[in-house]
């Protein structure tokens, strides 16, 4: 600093502040007050710090500004310029830095201090209290006057001190410069002369938001707001950091204290001050700011000391410690739904307001205002209605509804705001009628509340004729006094001693109504009528006999002279009488309870009118009807018939009563029955069973035996009559066939009765497959008894036939049930046999799956041989739709054929016979009915298999002799042998297949196997065997040169070998003396010469061995048994062809020698002895004759054996 500056820093630093403490009033006083000023005081004036406009001084003034009201001078080091603080250089950047912060902490001290002080010469209270007494009488003035105009207050100059006056300005806001003290640059407001007027919002809500605080400023306010003005902040310029450091001193000065406040309690903190929100300043809340002290420092009180906003917390916890008086509960009451309209607080923050809030009650009964000592004191929370308008103010209240003083202060339509929705409701009109029924003047009876009385009985009255719903008059009169002598009444008497009218009150139900013509029972006792006077206030009718009030005498009473009044015997006076009266439901039930009515024809009893009939000729057939008494010479008027209707009497006997006749009489013996009594009576029943009788949808006796019905006895075929009920019988008559009982067809129209009286048409579906079981079971039993006592045949004969005769009616009547059942209730007659088929040991039952039915004889024309096989193997019967239904078809599917043959194949083979048995196998050949071969086929004997005994050779073409020594068998197929070598077949006796190759295809998917598969073949070469000689070196050339066709794939569709081509490659020839074949089937074997055959060497190669007039058939047989899977008999043809015939020939033929065949060049002749002549292959083969009887591969198909 000392290297910047040149100088040694300061030991003693004297850091001042100045402010200016001068008021003005408004800019209309200001030239005024100049002109008075002197011209030093002019000359200062310019020297005053304005509002955030204070000027750094040191020594001389600068343009840095404080950004406060407040001037500062200290020892602060300029820039070179000297117009501003350095901030610059480190050093000085740090003194300057410190220098203003402890500025700032000096100016946060002098304001505590001159806010100390102005708090304890603070009088708030007293001028408050005499200022508004002075409001008030002004306000009073002014309504006498009716000025229209607000009051604003004129008389600041009786309470403004001058600004000349050194008294009004604290020596401690001067530090120095104290010639600059009389400076004023900024205006003061003096007071809020006028409420600023709301948008839209009548005065009054203009006053309540904005309460008129028109008092003018104390000498505290002032000197107060001067001071808070100087701290309302501004930006520091040039330089900010000025302002900056100024406010960090200032904040780190008492940092856990807000500035202080000004306040109507005094001084506070500004955290414990509230600013005023929307009216609610004038409830009492405390430490509240005047809002003239925010309008002119409200940047101080709102930035500096950071002054919150009243609150609806606030205002809870001013009304917990307060108690109001009635004008500020009225004002609160008021207030309160134009604030919520604004700030819409909390339900549950507005439900305390009310909990806290309690006033004083004040007593006027002496004439004047009590004092708060005196008062009751409320607690709002009790009280919960406001009385509505319609309600008569004189009416008294219950404490939990406002007093109709305060309402008329308040205001109806506030108290129906809706923001007071959870405050207060409307007095519900059912609780003020419970509260006055408790009241004396409804419950004493006293002379005193005769007036209140009427009053209240009025309005009581209006109320109940307002209601519309019987249910809500109900239950209204239930809350009225109806045991309290709450009616005034006259009494009315023929003695002439005692006056005509005397009022006194009685409890209603002893009243009678005042028009009420009682003359005809004078004499006999003494009634009361209600008041006339009730009448003309208007109390209706209606409410008086709800309330009890009677319009005719008592019943009790009525009932007590009925011989005196000699209605006994002719009940149309009563029933005239009893018309006009306007009787309660009491008295009906009374009337319809009791005896007093008599009977036609009997004198000495009466009856009550539920005993009574109306005369009706239908209904003389019932003995238990007792007709009503009338003059038989006088007719019944509507007006009578009705109102005994109403009271009980009878047009139609009750329905228990008709059955109960009904059951007594069917069950009389048939000797004593009447019948057509019973006959009528039941069509009596039925006929008001209908629609729109008198008992429909009321029949309840589906139990009682009562229905005459008939029976058809299945084992005679009598009709029996009997009784039944309507749940055990039925009107159809066709289901009679099955033993059910049906309504007699004796009764007119069973059909009618049936459906009136709920009588099911046919039995259920369940009910027919139980009888239809319970038959076939009566049928079986009967059958066995007729076989152990040994019954002649036709006896037996005749049992058979009932049976079929009554299943066959049975069938027909299901049978037109049959869209009545469904699949799953059939389910039981699956696996039991329910229809009856005569056969070999007479009558036996089948299922449905063992019966099919017969054909039409249009569609049997055809003569098809698949009927023929149905008719043999199952039993037919006729086509009915129900057994149809239960599974019951027209022809047996192949399955089923395939079955039965396997289940019993014996039994079809007898029934049948071998060609229809043949046909059958031809059809499941063509068409398998399996997917897969299971065991159970394969084990099953069920295939045709023929055994060739004693054959002999015969020609060709002589079958007959073959086919007669055939002999047909069945067996399983692995038994059975299918013939691909004749000869083989011929060697050995065995069964074989059909000779078809369809059948055979089956036979060998099932499991059999060819002949020669089980036919074993083995070869011994005898004598001596050569290697080279021309007769092998010539069948090997011609097997090497037919080398490509025989292996080429497209000449024969057999598959061969995988080595095949090897083995012609590696084939070795020899040729023998003699070869024997020696062949062998189970236990028996033959030997047989050959001319060729094919062994395996020691080498493990193939060699063949022919002798020297081999056939050439052999060796394509013995060649096609090496390079073929399996070689049959036209293979083996096949193989000779190739290796006999010339080239040209097979190249005329169409095979493809030139590409595959390579032919030879012509051999070089070679003279030879005659007996070593090379012999040629083709011209060994001999004689057709010779070659067919030495054969190996001889087979012979012709269809059959």
């Given at each position: 600093?000392?290297?910047?500056?040149?100088?040694?820093?300061?030991?003693?630093?004297?850091?001042?502040?100045?402010?200016?403490?001068?008021?003005?009033?408004?800019?209309?006083?200001?030239?005024?007050?100049?002109?008075?000023?002197?011209?030093?005081?002019?000359?200062?004036?310019?020297?005053?710090?304005?509002?955030?406009?204070?000027?750094?001084?040191?020594?001389?003034?600068?343009?840095?500004?404080?950004?406060?009201?407040?001037?500062?001078?200290?020892?602060?080091?300029?820039?070179?310029?000297?117009?501003?603080?350095?901030?610059?250089?480190?050093?000085?950047?740090?003194?300057?830095?410190?220098?203003?912060?402890?500025?700032?902490?000096?100016?946060?001290?002098?304001?505590?201090?001159?806010?100390?002080?102005?708090?304890?010469?603070?009088?708030?209270?007293?001028?408050?209290?005499?200022?508004?007494?002075?409001?008030?009488?002004?306000?009073?003035?002014?309504?006498?006057?009716?000025?229209?105009?607000?009051?604003?207050?004129?008389?600041?100059?009786?309470?403004?001190?001058?600004?000349?006056?050194?008294?009004?300005?604290?020596?401690?806001?001067?530090?120095?410069?104290?010639?600059?003290?009389?400076?004023?640059?900024?205006?003061?407001?003096?007071?809020?002369k006028a409420v600023p007027e709301l948008l839209g919002e009548d005065s009054e809500t203009t006053e309540l938001l904005n309460p008129i605080d028109d008092r003018p400023l104390s000498i505290a306010e002032r000197d107060a707001i001067i001071l808070m003005k100087a701290y309302c902040p501004r930006q520091s310029t040039p330089d900010a950091l000025v302002g900056q450091c100024l406010a960090k001193g200032f904040g780190r000065c008492m940092a856990s204290s807000s500035p202080p406040v000004l306040t109507v309690d005094g001084v506070a903190r500004g955290i414990d001050s509230r600013l005023t929100n929307n009216g609610m300043e004038a409830f009492g809340i405390p430490h509240a700011v005047r809002r003239i002290m925010l309008e002119n420092a409200r940047e101080y009180h709102t930035v500096i000391a950071n002054c919150p906003t009243m609150s609806i917390d606030d205002l809870i916890k001013a009304m917990k410690e307060n108690i109001l008086s009635e004008e500020m509960l009225v004002r609160l009451l008021k207030w309160y739904p134009k604030y919520a309209r604004l700030n819409n607080p909390r339900r549950n923050k507005s439900l305390q307001l009310k909990e806290v809030i309690r006033y004083h009650k004040e007593n006027y009964s002496k004439g004047g205002q009590s004092s708060d000592a005196e008062a009751e004191v409320h607690q709002l929370d009790s009280i919960f209605y406001f009385a509505p308008q319609r309600m008569s103010k004189k009416l008294p209240l219950p404490e939990t509804v406002f007093p109709q003083s305060l309402v008329g202060s308040i205001g109806l339509r506030t108290l129906e705001d809706r923001h007071f929705t959870d405050w207060f409701q409307p007095l519900p009109f059912d609780i003020w009628t419970g509260f006055i029924s408790e009241h004396t003047c409804m419950r004493n009876g006293n002379e005193k509340d005769d007036v209140m009385r009427i009053l209240v009985l009025v309005t009581l009255s209006k109320h109940f004729d307002s209601l519309e719903s019987a249910t809500a008059k109900r239950r209204f009169v239930e809350l009225l006094p109806l045991s309290s002598p709450c009616l005034p009444f006259d009494i009315t008497t023929s003695d002439v001693n005692l006056p005509t009218s005397n009022t006194k009150t009685a409890v209603p139900n002893e009243l009678y109504l005042p028009d009420t013509d009682l003359s005809a029972f004078s004499g006999l006792q003494t009634f009361y009528k209600a008041s006339n006077r009730l009448k003309k206030e208007g109390v209706s009718d209606a409410f008086l006999l709800a309330m009890g009030v009677r319009k005719t005498i008592k019943i009790e009473f009525l009932f007590l002279h009925l011989d005196t009044l000699n209605w006994n015997e002719n009940p149309k006076p009563l029933i005239k009488y009893l018309i006009d009266a306007d009787l309660s439901q009491q008295d009906l039930l009374k009337l319809r309870s009791t005896r007093y009515l008599p009977a036609a024809n009997d004198e000495t009893s009466v009856y009550a009118p539920s005993q009574l009939y109306f005369k009706d000729k239908d209904l003389n057939i019932f003995p238990f009807v007792k007709f009503l008494q009338w003059p038989s010479n006088e007719s019944m008027s509507t007006a009578a018939r009705n109102f005994l209707l109403k009271l009980g009497v009878r047009t139609e006997p009750p329905l228990s009563d008709i059955m109960g006749y009904l059951e007594k009489e069917s069950a009389k013996s048939v000797d004593s029955r009447d019948d057509a009594a019973l006959t009528a009576a039941l069509q009596y029943l039925t006929q008001r069973l209908g629609p729109k009788g008198a008992y429909v949808n009321q029949f309840r006796h589906a139990k009682v035996d009562f229905l005459p019905c008939i029976r058809q006895n299945l084992e005679t075929?009598?009709?029996?009559?009997?009784?039944?009920?309507?749940?055990?019988?039925?009107?159809?008559?066709?289901?009679?066939?099955?033993?059910?009982?049906?309504?007699?067809?004796?009764?007119?129209?069973?059909?009618?009765?049936?459906?009136?009286?709920?009588?099911?048409?046919?039995?259920?579906?369940?009910?027919?497959?139980?009888?239809?079981?319970?038959?076939?079971?009566?049928?079986?039993?009967?059958?066995?008894?007729?076989?152990?006592?040994?019954?002649?045949?036709?006896?037996?004969?005749?049992?058979?036939?009932?049976?079929?005769?009554?299943?066959?009616?049975?069938?027909?009547?299901?049978?037109?049930?049959?869209?009545?059942?469904?699949?799953?209730?059939?389910?039981?007659?699956?696996?039991?046999?329910?229809?009856?088929?005569?056969?070999?040991?007479?009558?036996?039952?089948?299922?449905?799956?063992?019966?099919?039915?017969?054909?039409?004889?249009s569609e049997g024309a055809g003569g098809c041989d698949g009927d023929s096989i149905a008719e043999l193997l199952f039993q037919q019967v006729e086509y009915n739709a129900f057994l149809s239904f239960a599974g019951v078809k027209t022809?047996?599917?192949?399955?089923?054929?395939?079955?039965?043959?396997?289940?019993?194949?014996?039994?079809?083979?007898?029934?049948?016979?071998?060609?229809?048995?043949?046909?059958?196998?031809?059809?499941?050949?063509?068409?398998?009915?399996?997917?897969?071969?299971?065991?159970?086929?394969?084990?099953?004997?069920?295939?045709?298999?023929?055994?060739?005994?004693?054959?002999?050779?015969?020609?060709?073409?002589?079958?007959?002799?073959?086919?007669?020594?055939?002999?047909?068998?069945?067996?399983?197929?692995?038994?059975?042998?299918?013939?691909?070598?004749?000869?083989?077949?011929?060697?050995?006796?065995?069964?074989?297949?059909?000779?078809?190759?369809?059948?055979?295809?089956?036979?060998?998917?099932?499991?059999?196997?060819?002949?020669?598969?089980?036919?074993?073949?083995?070869?011994?070469?005898?004598?001596?065997?050569?290697?080279?000689?021309?007769?092998?070196?010539?069948?090997?050339?011609?097997?090497?040169?037919?080398?490509?066709?025989?292996?080429?794939?497209?000449?024969?569709?057999?598959?061969?070998?995988?080595?095949?081509?090897?083995i012609l490659d590696n084939l070795e020839i020899f040729q023998a003396d003699s070869i024997r074949a020696i062949y062998s089937f189970e236990r028996s074997s033959k030997m047989i010469n050959v001319t060729c055959c094919s062994k395996v060497t020691k080498r493990k190669s193939i060699a063949i061995f022919i002798t020297n007039n081999f056939e050439i058939f052999d060796l394509g047989n013995t060649i096609g048994d090496l390079i073929l899977q399996h070689c049959e008999l036209k293979d083996a043809f096949f193989l000779t062809s190739l290796l006999e015939a010339s080239i040209g020939t097979l190249r005329n033929r169409g095979f493809p020698v030139d590409r595959i065949v390579k032919p030879q060049p012509p051999a070089v002749e070679v003279k030879a002895e005659p007996r070593k002549q090379t012999p040629d292959i083709t011209n060994s083969q001999k004689s057709p004759e010779k070659s067919r009887q030495s054969s190996v591969n001889g087979t012979v198909k012709d269809g059959s054996v």
């Open positions: 600093m000392m290297r910047v500056t040149k100088k040694k820093p300061p030991k003693e630093l004297t850091v001042q502040i100045f402010l200016d403490a001068a008021d003005h009033s408004d800019d209309n006083q200001k030239s005024s007050k100049l002109k008075r000023k002197s011209k030093a005081a002019l000359i200062t004036q310019s020297f005053a710090p304005t509002s955030g406009s204070g000027r750094i001084f040191i020594g001389f003034r600068t343009s840095q500004t404080t950004g406060l009201g407040i001037h500062l001078a200290a020892p602060l080091v300029p820039t070179v310029e000297r117009e501003a603080i350095d901030f610059v250089d480190p050093a000085l950047r740090d003194f300057n830095s410190e220098l203003l912060e402890v500025s700032g902490i000096l100016m946060r001290l002098a304001l505590e201090n001159e806010m100390y002080r102005l708090g304890t010469n603070w009088n708030w209270k007293e001028e408050r209290e005499a200022w508004d007494a002075q409001r008030e009488d002004r306000k009073k003035q002014q309504k006498k006057e009716e000025e229209e105009k607000k009051l604003e207050t004129d008389d600041a100059e009786s309470t403004k001190d001058s600004a000349d006056d050194k008294s009004s300005i604290s020596s401690s806001l001067y530090s120095f410069a104290t010639f600059m003290a009389r400076g004023v640059t900024s205006t003061v407001k003096e007071a809020v075929g009598e009709i029996v009559k009997e009784i039944k009920s309507p749940s055990t019988c039925y009107f159809n008559p066709t289901a009679m066939v099955m033993g059910f009982n049906v309504l007699d067809p004796m009764l007119s129209d069973t059909e009618q009765i049936g459906v009136r009286m709920n009588i099911n048409r046919d039995p259920s579906c369940q009910v027919l497959i139980r009888r239809l079981l319970q038959l076939v079971d009566i049928s079986t039993a009967r059958l066995d008894q007729l076989e152990r006592q040994g019954t002649g045949i036709e006896a037996k004969e005749k049992n058979i036939e009932k049976i079929l005769t009554l299943f066959e009616g049975v069938f027909l009547y299901l049978s037109s049930r049959t869209s009545d059942f469904q699949k799953r209730q059939l389910s039981e007659l699956a696996k039991k046999p329910f229809i009856p088929c005569k056969c070999r040991s007479g009558l036996q039952f089948y299922t449905a799956d063992q019966v099919f039915f017969l054909k039409r004889q022809e047996p599917s192949l399955e089923e054929l395939f079955a039965l043959m396997m289940e019993k194949p014996d039994e079809v083979l007898d029934s049948l016979g071998e060609p229809k048995y043949k046909m059958l196998l031809r059809r499941i050949a063509a068409n398998p009915p399996f997917k897969r071969i299971t065991a159970a086929i394969r084990s099953s004997p069920f295939l045709l298999g023929y055994l060739i005994v004693d054959e002999d050779e015969s020609e060709e073409g002589d079958e007959t002799k073959a086919r007669s020594k055939a002999q047909y068998l069945l067996a399983k197929a692995d038994d059975i042998h299918i013939v691909d070598n004749a000869f083989l077949r011929r060697q050995f006796p065995m069964l074989i297949s059909p000779m078809e190759q369809t059948l055979e295809e089956f036979y060998r998917r099932i499991g059999s196997k060819y002949v020669s598969e089980v036919v074993k073949k083995d070869f011994e070469v005898m004598g001596n065997t050569h290697r080279g000689t021309p007769l092998a070196n010539s069948c090997a050339d011609r097997i090497k040169e037919r080398r490509p066709l025989l292996l080429s794939p497209s000449i024969t569709s057999r598959p061969l070998v995988s080595n095949a081509s090897s």
